[in-house]
Nanobody, 110 residues
Framework: QVVESGGGLVQPGGSLRLSCAAY????????VAWYRQAPGTERKLVVG???GTLYSVKDRFTISRENGTKTVYLDINPVEVEDTAVYYC??????????WGQGTQVTVSA
């Protein structure tokens, strides 16, 4: 199981960090990705990171992990109104291990 945290209300133009933590397995060995789902839409991939990689950047989104920790982060900078969604963490290892979190709500509004 993975657990997301860090969501909340943020103003446009600000920055936000979300965390994805694993408590029962070594997250560093997993491919980890952040997805998001806005109301009335399908869940979509935001950005992912392979095991052994410390960070990856896609547009305004940076996914990163620290060596020796069981946490992966998603930084959004700057945030935009269109980033409003529920953000989910997904951890995969091969075909047999696939974990989703419950999601954390991000609302971007002035």
């Amino acid at each position: 199981q993975v657990v997301e945290s860090g969501g909340g209300l943020v103003q446009p133009g600000g920055s936000l960090r979300l965390s994805c933590a694993a408590y029962s397995f070594p997250l560093s060995l997993y491919y980890v990705a952040w997805y998001r789902q806005a109301p009335g839409t399908e869940r979509k991939l935001v950005v992912g990171i392979q095991s052994g990689t410390l960070y990856s950047v896609k547009d305004r989104f940076t996914i990163s992990r620290e060596n020796g920790t069981k946490t992966v982060y998603l930084d959004i900078n700057p945030v935009e109104v269109e980033d409003t969604a529920v953000y989910y963490c997904n951890a995969k290892l091969g075909h047999q291990r696939n974990f989703w979190g419950q999601g954390t709500q991000v609302t971007v509004s002035a």
